[in-house]
């Protein structure tokens, strides 16, 4: 059974970078899809992130695009995301996790104002 934790959120202020952490423990890394996802307030949860750590491929939500970069650390089993150029839209409860997962994390809060 896998297992993601993630850590590292903070309040910043607009324009401002912050990066994410998530421990994997559990199963095959290299075998593994993880992905990034948010819920804002009064919001449904949206994954903003996503990469195949067997092949490498990502994927990221419009919203996103451009500014959020997903990456990882095989020899210390992290997933990392990368925020840059923040807004206050991008306030929200981060979690790590892979997709059709059925059970969340407390997640992590990012908080963008300021």
């Known amino acids: 059974q896998v297992q993601f934790v993630e850590s590292g959120g903070d309040s910043v202020q607009p324009g401002g970078s912050l990066r994410l952490s998530c421990a994997v423990s559990?199963?095959?890394?290299?075998?593994?899809?993880v992905g990034w996802y948010r819920q804002a307030r009064g919001n449904q949860r949206e994954r903003v992130a996503l990469?195949?750590?067997?092949?490498?491929?990502?994927n990221y939500a419009d919203s996103v695009k451009g500014r959020f970069t997903i990456s990882a650390d095989y020899a210390k089993k992290t997933v990392y995301l990368q925020m840059d150029s923040l807004k206050p839209e991008d306030t929200a409860v981060y979690y790590c996790n892979t997709p059709g997962a059925t059970r969340w994390g407390q997640g992590t809060q990012v908080t963008v104002a300021p």
């Open positions: 990469r195949n750590m067997g092949g490498g491929s990502t």
């Open positions: 559990g199963g095959d890394f290299n075998y593994l899809l």
